[in-house]
């Protein structure tokens, strides 16, 4: 038995958060223990595989909402973490990553004004490097989901990190990403299909990822051609996320939390969505059962549609407008 403390915390994104926390003599430390026990570590400042040092308060109240506290970004991250490993449970029904209730981790402030976050499967891992000028943390809920569901990814399917199933592997991680700020329903971060728009990785306010119309962005796929797979991950994975975007809420013009969003067809065709919900619980069951580290966009589709006939039939709607989505952005 382990005693489990709440602690509250001042984000930079998400604002007041409460926090899982565990005493560490007579403090506290960054130990979510009703969540595997997951802890949050300080690199301060270094590159290496090292784990860093376990965060620790006095009092419980961590971070003051700036990144010039360092307890911030680690409030960020540790909260997003408690997050994803909520939406696995209550959601997609799984006990945490790997499904065995094992906790990751998170280690914040990687590097030097490093502009990027990363899983790695070798530690079981994440890691966040503080943005811009050390100002912007990356950190934010989405980006939190996104770097987690990489482990997700890496304990089911295994989608290789190259060509289409690359593609793949980064699209099952913005579609998690992007469920989980949904899910928290938290004012300060309301859900989007919009990636990193809290990170500012431009510096023009700008997201990293639109989900609506991926091509919005200079660089990522809206729809599927033979040649797709030679983009970077990042861009391939365009066609899945508007695949994604267009099952949950259909083509044409809609407002989402106060975000106006407009997505097109490949052939002008016309999907209704099915809402997020059913979304992802159908991409969650094509990743756990159906693809393999191969998987590519047609075997996706296919994926998809055996997932929705387990677990909605195939006779239904959701079957007709999977197949409609996948059709909508040339995937046949
Ligand atoms: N943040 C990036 C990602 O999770 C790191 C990478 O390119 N692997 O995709
Ligand atoms: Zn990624
Ligand atoms: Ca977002």
Same mark, same amino acid.
């Given at each position: 038995?382990?005693?489990?403390?709440?602690?509250?915390?001042?984000? =930079?994104?998400? @604002?007041?958060?409460?926090?899982?926390?565990?005493?560490?003599?007579?403090?506290?430390?960054?130990?979510?223990?009703?969540?595997?026990? %997951?802890?949050?570590?300080?690199?301060?400042?270094?590159t290496s595989t090292a784990t860093g040092t376990l965060f620790t308060d006095a009092d419980d109240k961590w971070g003051d909402g700036t990144p010039s506290n360092r307890q911030t970004a680690a409030v960020d991250a540790h909260y997003g973490a408690?997050?994803?490993?909520?939406?696995?449970?209550? =959601?997609?029904?799984?006990?945490?990553?790997?499904?065995?209730? *094992?906790?990751?981790?998170?280690?914040? %402030?990687?590097?030097?004004?490093?502009?990027?976050?990363?899983?790695?499967?070798?530690?079981?891992?994440?890691?966040?490097?503080?943005?811009?000028?050390?100002?912007? /943390?990356?950190?934010?809920?989405?980006?939190?989901? %996104? #770097?987690?569901?990489? +482990?997700?990814?890496?304990?089911?399917?295994?989608?290789?990190?190259?060509? =289409?199933? &690359?593609?793949?592997? #980064?699209?099952?991680?913005?579609?998690?990403?992007?469920?989980? =700020?949904?899910?928290?329903?938290?004012?300060?971060? /309301?859900? !989007?299909?919009?990636?990193? #728009? *809290?990170?500012?990785?431009? +510096? !023009? &306010?700008?997201?990293?990822?639109?989900?609506?119309?991926?091509?919005?962005?200079?660089?990522?796929?809206?729809?599927?051609?033979?040649?797709?797979?030679?983009?970077?991950?990042?861009?391939?994975? @365009?066609v899945a996320n508007h695949f994604f975007y267009l099952l949950s809420e259909g083509s044409g013009a809609k407002t989402v939390n106060g975000v106006a969003y407009?997505? /097109?067809?490949?052939?002008?065709?016309?999907?209704? +969505?099915? +809402?997020?919900? *059913?979304?992802?619980?159908?991409?969650?069951?094509?990743?756990?059962?159906?693809?393999?580290?191969?998987?590519?966009?047609?075997?996706?589709?296919?994926?998809?549609?055996?997932?929705?006939? !387990?677990?909605?039939?195939?006779?239904?709607? #959701?079957?007709?407008?999977?197949?409609?989505?996948?059709?909508?952005?040339?995937?046949?």
């Open positions: 038995y382990e005693a489990i403390d709440t602690g509250v915390g001042t984000s =930079e994104y998400s @604002g007041s958060v409460t926090l899982g926390t565990a005493p560490s003599g007579s403090a506290f430390s960054l130990t979510d223990t009703a969540r595997g026990g %997951h802890k949050t570590y300080d690199l301060n400042g270094a408690a997050v994803t490993w909520d939406f696995y449970k209550s =959601e997609l029904g799984r006990n945490g990553i790997a499904g065995d209730g *094992k906790a990751a981790y998170s280690r914040v %402030h990687y590097g030097n004004a490093y502009v990027n976050a990363f899983w790695s499967d070798s530690c079981f891992c994440m890691t966040y490097g503080d943005g811009q000028n050390n100002q912007k /943390p990356l950190t934010a809920l989405d980006v939190a989901g %996104h #770097e987690m569901s990489h +482990g997700l990814t890496a304990a089911t399917a295994k989608l290789n990190y190259s060509r =289409e199933s &690359g593609g793949l592997n #980064e699209a099952t991680s913005d579609i998690f990403g992007t469920s989980v =700020e949904f899910f928290a329903n938290n004012a300060s971060d /309301p859900g !989007d299909y919009l990636i990193g #728009e *809290k990170i500012d990785i431009r +510096g !023009d &306010g700008s997201p990293l990822r639109y989900m609506d119309k991926p091509s919005k962005d200079g660089a990522s796929a809206d729809y599927w051609s033979k040649t797709v797979g030679r983009l970077d991950v990042h861009n391939s994975s @365009g407009n997505s /097109p067809t490949y052939d002008g065709s016309t999907v209704a +969505g099915i +809402g997020r919900t *059913k979304a992802y619980k159908i991409w969650y069951k094509a990743l756990s059962t159906y693809m393999t580290s191969t998987t590519d966009y047609a075997g996706a589709r296919a994926a998809t549609l055996k997932a929705t006939a !387990d677990l909605y039939g195939a006779t239904g709607v #959701e079957y007709q407008q999977v197949a409609a989505a996948w059709t909508a952005v040339n995937v046949k």
